[in-house]
């Protein structure tokens, strides 16, 4: 079960399947006790060479661009859930071939574009994201209900009634939450929509379910979500589409130590990897990502306690969150390995310094698989 970091190219993001098949079938289970369908949002998680395993399990992906519907399109062979905060005009016709769900975020879109996507085709689903304005989300940058937000339709605008042609409403509050905090947005959700959920076919309620974390009450969420169905019989399909929790400690990102720097009382080992442009919720969020082997430090002078910093240099790539602990002096050559370093990390590097990007692979019956080398082209193609 466990990975055999001596055999894995490094620096790379390692997935090790058998712990995302744990989370695909908790993910499936709720889907069946509950009867609603779990889709993965690839802002989230779009380790593609996946998607068909993803595939079996889940009931197809959310797609927030046209990229992400025909990544889905292609290789997951289904039709995406797609919501984007705006829709390209040009973009449109692509849009309407990759999806058979179409979100819009207002009704100024939703008028403008929605003759033009009936002009495309006919099998489309349109739904409008609407803004509960509850959330229990702390940092504003992951609040979309926050004061004046510019994610969705607030009940105040729709004036009781929903446009001709919506079927379908999409509300998305949480982030990294439990059942509990979906209970209480959806009491705050049904005081101000409960009248228009009756007028739709489906109801999405977003990403932002860690379903997947230790001591998430997932018989709470079933019991939820039917108790909530049986209030709306109305609703042919009540639809999650979580992203983290698709990923959730499913993975490493396998580094090298290059150099040890100290200066003062500090010893920084640098890495072949970046905060910056590998790890960036590390510095956005922030968090601190354990590393395998490493101890938080207790001020016990026996404990070998290093920073450890990024390769680019940007003076603040490395982890800020605090330093690590070893039992024995570290050294140059040896490995450093991230832990829970599948969801929000691919879906956001970067090629900045030039840096090089990870490799990606997959642990699997005991073997690792290279998928993916990066070189000079991917970063000159993304440049002109
Ligand atoms: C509309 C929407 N759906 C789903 C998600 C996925 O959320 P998470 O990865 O936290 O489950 C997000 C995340 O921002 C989102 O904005």
């Not at 739904?127 to 339709?153: C, F, H, M, T």
Request: one cysteine or more; proline letters at 4%; charged letters at 20%.
């Amino acid at each position: 079960m466990k990975v055999d970091f001596t055999k894995v190219t490094s620096p790379s993001f390692v997935l090790h399947e058998e712990l995302l098949r744990i989370n695909l079938d908790i993910l499936n289970l709720v889907q069946k006790e509950a009867g609603v369908k779990i889709i993965c949002a690839l802002k989230g998680f779009a380790f593609w060479d996946v998607f068909p395993l993803i595939g079996s399990y889940l009931s197809g992906a959310a797609a927030s661009s046209l990229n992400e519907a025909r990544l889905i399109y292609e290789k997951m062979g289904v039709k995406a859930h797609t919501y984007c905060p705006v829709f390209i005009e040009e973009e449109i016709k692509d849009i309407v071939n990759y999806s058979s769900h179409i979100t819009f975020n207002s009704l100024s879109q939703y008028k403008r574009l929605r003759e033009q996507v009936h002009d495309y085709g006919h099998d489309i689903s349109f739904g409008l994201r609407v803004n509960p304005e509850y959330s229990e989300v702390k940092a504003d940058i992951y609040n979309p209900a926050q004061p004046d937000s510019r994610l969705g339709v607030t009940a105040g605008q729709l004036n009781n009634t929903l446009p001709p042609g919506i079927e379908g409403l999409l509300f998305h509050v949480l982030c990294e939450n439990d059942s509990y905090a979906l209970e209480r947005t959806l009491l705050e959700t049904e005081k101000s929509f409960s009248h228009l959920i009756r007028q739709v076919k489906w109801l999405n309620m977003g990403g932002g379910h860690l379903i997947t974390r230790d001591g998430y009450d997932v018989k709470h969420l079933i019991n939820l979500l039917k108790v909530f169905k049986g209030r709306y019989p109305n609703l042919n399909q009540v639809i999650l589409e979580p992203g983290g929790a698709i990923g959730w400690q499913t993975g490493y990102l396998a580094a090298t130590i290059t150099d040890i720097i100290e200066n003062k009382q500090v010893k920084t080992a640098m890495l072949d990897v970046s905060f910056a442009a590998h790890m960036p919720d590390c510095l956005e969020m922030p968090y601190k990502p354990k590393i395998i082997g490493a101890f938080e430090p207790s001020g016990n002078k026996k404990e070998h306690v290093y920073r450890m910093g990024g390769n680019s240099c940007l003076a603040g790539d490395y982890m800020g969150m605090g330093d690590y602990a070893f039992e024995i002096p570290l050294k140059t050559g040896e490995r450093i390995v991230f832990e829970d370093m599948m969801h929000y990390t691919m879906v956001k590097t970067t090629f900045f310094n030039g840096v090089k990007h990870p490799s990606i692979g997959i642990w699997k019956n005991g073997k690792f698989r290279l998928l993916r080398e990066f070189g000079y082209e991917d970063y000159k193609n993304k440049l002109s």
